[in-house]
């Protein structure tokens, strides 16, 4: 099996190169493979805080614009393409779907994706949405971490796992109240229902008499 060092065009005339293709810092999720080269088992590590983008949200819980991003990554070059693995951390904010209180938490995930080469085996075969791909030199971290995050996200955030939300009559958060708190209407409530029922519910035994086994 001969050594797969893929050639790539152009890579050896700086001078061709447009003076943007380094874009230095215009995407800081935008890392530049070139340091890391081709040459299968190449590691590099990706240290580094990014602030968020407005949108790693969902409808009650998401990460607040700007907050840093802290990413703790190991950028891998395999045969197919960059094995991206390690971990993300950051804060997200949201409000209690059960009582609206606010929600403060932090979110640490692990993150393990492959970014398959233009040209790559994995590329050829697999379809448009299957796989995340290299872009020329560059790879966009921002769309896979925002995915790793996202899904994460509760649909439901809650203040605190038992958190017993709103009262229904006064819109007070229940936790805050005393155990006994009820309104008179509530009462009234209950006990036409227990009224009810005590006088519609027959004890008797339904149903009619088993018949007896003829032979
Ligand atoms: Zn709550
Ligand atoms: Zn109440």
């Not at 580094?48 to 607040?64: K, N, Q, S, Y």
């Not at 692990?110 to 448009?128: C, I, M, R």
Request: hydrophobic share 35%; aromatic share 4%.
């Amino acid at each position: 099996m001969p050594a797969a060092v893929p050639h790539r065009s152009g890579a050896g005339s700086p001078g061709h190169r447009p003076a943007d293709a380094r874009r230095p810092a215009a995407n800081p999720w935008k890392i530049d493979l070139r340091e890391l080269g081709r040459r299968p088992g190449a590691l590099q590590e990706l240290d580094r805080t990014i602030p968020a983008p407005a949108d790693w949200r969902v409808e009650l819980i998401g990460v607040p614009e700007g907050a840093g991003v802290d990413l703790h990554l190991r950028l891998e070059s395999v045969m197919e393409g960059v094995l991206v693995t390690g971990e993300l951390d950051v804060p997200v904010t949201g409000s209690c779907a059960r009582c609206l209180e606010p929600v403060e938490d932090r979110l640490s995930l692990d993150v393990q994706e492959l970014f398959a080469y233009e040209g790559s085996t994995t590329e050829a075969t697999s379809e448009e949405d299957e796989v995340r791909r290299v872009e020329g030199d560059f790879l966009d971290l921002e769309p896979l971490l925002r995915d790793t995050v996202v899904l994460s996200l509760p649909l439901a955030p809650v203040c605190t796992e038992n958190c017993a939300g709103l009262c229904v009559d006064c819109g007070q958060r229940l936790d805050d109240l005393p155990a006994d708190h009820a309104h008179e209407v509530l009462d009234q409530r209950w006990a036409a229902l227990t009224e009810r029922f005590a006088t519609t519910s027959s004890p008797g035994t339904p149903g009619e008499n088993p018949t007896p086994e003829e032979n």
